[in-house]
């Protein structure tokens, strides 16, 4: 038996950290969406006790480093399931970029391995399962748009943006997460407007969705990576209508409502910048989990 789940990319349309907490973690209030940019995970029925997982990407993990490995020893554990499974990871979302492209795979595996171990558990149970493999692993089981805060795990829905192209940029430099955290300075950093955003999305306001996009990490990584910032330029020059970094980096981000536009920002930058992608948003959860 062999069943297929999507595991979408997300950008932050907002993204800010509030303070760290005495448990070493950040507090954060971070709007996500989803976009048209996927992984595949294929789940095959083992009658054995093995997670087997595979890639054709060299770099990701086919061991328990794997959050997709993590979310099904996790479910093993958690209900006692006797069977095992062979997930065979197909890799479409760039790694290290930003995009939750991980924490999206350990989610299709919970929504996967829940239909085919016929476990029954519920969204929401899912959902609180996912934040003890990481922090984006919620929002990622909820999909759709949301308002994630606490260490990312406390999620609220929220109206689906506008309509748009998205288009992504990655430059190939390797951000570490770990140490854009660690150069933050909370009291210089420029906090977007995340109420302003919400705002946003509840009128269904594209221009004040795209005054209003912003990320409090985003001068910590382009002052690492001045690539970055050139990327911003590049898109903004081509005619964007917002251009922002998600999550840590590297990848950046432009929004346009014109599909002209969108191709002439995907145009400018060939050549420029090596994994480039031109999507839809999702934005709405999906009607079955
Ligand atoms: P986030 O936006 O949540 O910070 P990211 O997009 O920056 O995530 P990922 O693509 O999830 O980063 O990968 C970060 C690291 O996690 C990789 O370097 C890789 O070693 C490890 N990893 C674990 N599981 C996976 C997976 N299923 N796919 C990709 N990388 C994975």
Redesign the pocket.
């Known amino acids: 038996m062999k069943l297929m789940e999507k595991a979408p990319a997300?950008i932050n349309l907002s993204l800010d950290v509030l303070h760290k907490r005495d448990d070493g973690f950040h507090e954060v209030e971070m709007v996500m969406t989803t976009v048209d940019l996927a992984?595949r995970i294929e789940l095959e029925y083992l009658d054995e006790d093995r997670i087997i997982i595979e890639s054709e990407n060299r770099?990701?993990?086919n061991d328990e480093?794997?959050?997709?490995f993590r979310a099904a020893k996790l479910l093993k554990d958690k209900y006692g399931v006797s069977a095992g499974v062979r997930i065979f990871?197909e890799?479409n979302?760039?790694?290290?970029?930003?995009?939750?492209?991980?924490?999206s795979?350990?989610a299709a595996v919970l929504r996967g391995l829940n239909r085919l171990w016929e476990l029954d558990i519920d969204t929401s149970e899912l959902a609180l399962l996912g934040s003890e493999i990481?922090s984006?692993v919620t929002f990622c089981v909820l999909g759709g748009t949301g308002l994630a805060k606490g260490r990312g795990e406390k999620v609220t829905e929220l109206p689906a943006p506008p309509p748009c192209w998205v288009v992504l940029a990655k430059p190939s430099i390797g951000v570490s997460?770990a140490t854009v955290y660690q150069k933050l300075d909370l009291e210089t950093a420029e906090h977007p407007q995340t109420s302003a955003m919400i705002d946003a999305l509840e009128k269904g306001d594209f221009d004040q969705v795209c005054q209003s996009v912003g990320n409090v990490l985003e001068y910590v990584t382009t002052r690492l990576h001045p690539q970055v910032n050139q990327i911003k330029d590049q898109m903004s020059q081509a005619g964007a209508d917002a251009v922002l970094m998600?999550?840590?980096g590297p990848t950046v981000f432009a929004l346009a409502q014109q599909e002209t536009r969108a191709q002439r920002i995907y145009n400018s930058l060939k050549g420029f910048c090596e994994e480039v992608y031109i999507v839809r948003m999702l934005g709405n959860r999906p009607d079955t989990c």
């Open positions: 997300k992984d770099f990701v993990p480093r794997n959050l997709a990871i890799k979302i760039p790694v290290a970029a930003g995009l939750a492209g991980g924490s795979d350990a990481g984006d997460t998600s999550g840590s």
